[in-house]
């Protein structure tokens, strides 16, 4: 069965940063293309970033590009997005799934950027 673990989130000021991890298990990200996505309270799904698995190309929305930056270890399975520089504006739960089934994503872990 496919799953992740999404963990890292927490309650920063705007300016700090913050790592979250994403633990895959039931496939490789060696080989899938992954997506952080985020959603806050009455809002869709939003995507963040993708991690091409085969041309480690990364891509970024524009309201996040230059403060966050995508990484992974494929022995430990796991993904990362490393924020900096965060804003109230981030503030959401965020989830990563495997770019063709955003269903798989996992329960999420909430980042709160608050003064």
């Known amino acids: 069965e496919e799953q992740v673990v999404e963990s890292g989130g927490g309650l920063v000021q705007p300016g700090e940063s913050l790592r979250l991890s994403c633990t895959a298990s039931g496939f490789s990200i060696r080989d899938t293309d992954m997506v952080w996505l985020r959603q806050t309270p009455g809002k869709g799904l939003e995507w963040v970033s993708t991690f091409r698995a085969r041309s480690l190309d990364k891509s970024y929305s524009n309201s996040v590009k230059g403060r966050f930056t995508l990484s992974r270890d494929t022995a430990k399975n796991t993904l990362y997005l490393q924020m900096d520089s965060l804003e109230i504006e981030d503030t959401a739960v965020y989830y990563c799934?495997?770019?063709?089934?955003?269903?798989?994503r996992g329960q999420g872990t909430q980042v709160t950027v608050s003064s």
């Open positions: 799934a495997p770019a063709s089934r955003w269903s798989t």
